[in-house]
């Protein structure tokens, strides 16, 4: 009886290839600009391809996103372990990491989207929990532990206040910038100085 042998993917001419990393450096920049909803003929358009080639690759808008949302997941949670390992003081890890979130330059309005739902049983983006998720929690964790966050606060309560500001914030349109203010707002919000908040009833 021979051994059985696991069955590799074929792989993508060169031309197919061009075509696909094509597709998801535009999906990335389209879905970061118009979040979710963007229409897959513009970042066909964009990616200068056929709607017809970009579905052969990527049969559904749904595996598009979770493509692209996924290398893009990996991507800001090292940046974002790396810079918060390089602040000595927690609070302001925690801060600028909010900060990038936000910042109009970074893009990551169809990340904060898929964060905030990362707990709804409908929605599975493993890079969520196993990239991003985890640099929050270590953010969080750390300010408790100096002192210096609310009682109670967790990282779902941070990842929904990003998702909160950005949503407000893309509201608002291109001729408004208040995020940083909203932002500063809520992060005030997170001082230990307020009392503790009550459980979560989910």
């Given amino acids: 009886m021979g051994v059985a042998t696991t069955r590799q993917p074929p792989r993508l001419r060169a031309d197919a290839a061009r075509n696909r990393a094509a597709i998801v450096s535009a999906a990335a920049a389209v879905i970061a600009d118009r979040g979710p909803d963007a229409d897959v003929r513009d970042i066909a358009r964009c990616a200068g391809v056929g709607v017809g080639t970009l579905y052969r690759h990527f049969p ?19 940046a974002a ?13 925690l801060t600028a990491f909010c900060e990038d979130a936000l910042s109009p330059h970074a893009g990551h309005c169809a990340l904060l989207d898929r964060l905030a739902q990362s707990d709804d049983p409908g929605v599975t983006h493993a890079a969520c929990h196993r990239e991003l998720r985890p640099v929050i ?66």
Avoid: M, N, Y
Avoid at 60 to 78: M, N, P, Q, R
Avoid at 81 to 93: F, I, K, S, V, Y
Avoid at 143 to 170: N, Q
């Fill in 60 to 78: 559904t808008k749904d595996a598009l996103l979770d493509t692209v949302i996924g290398e893009a997941f990996s991507a800001w949670a090292h």
């Fill in 81 to 93: 372990r790396q810079a918060a390992e390089e602040h000595a003081d927690p609070w302001r890890a």
């Fill in 137 to 202: 929690e270590a953010l969080v964790a750390r300010c408790h532990e100096f002192g210096v966050l609310r009682a109670g606060v967790d990282a779902r309560d941070i990842s929904l206040l990003l998702a909160a500001v950005a949503a407000i914030a893309r509201s608002t349109g291109p001729a408004h910038h208040d995020w940083p203010r909203l932002l500063r707002i809520a992060l005030d919000g997170l001082r230990p100085a307020h009392p503790s908040l009550p459980s979560r009833t989910d």
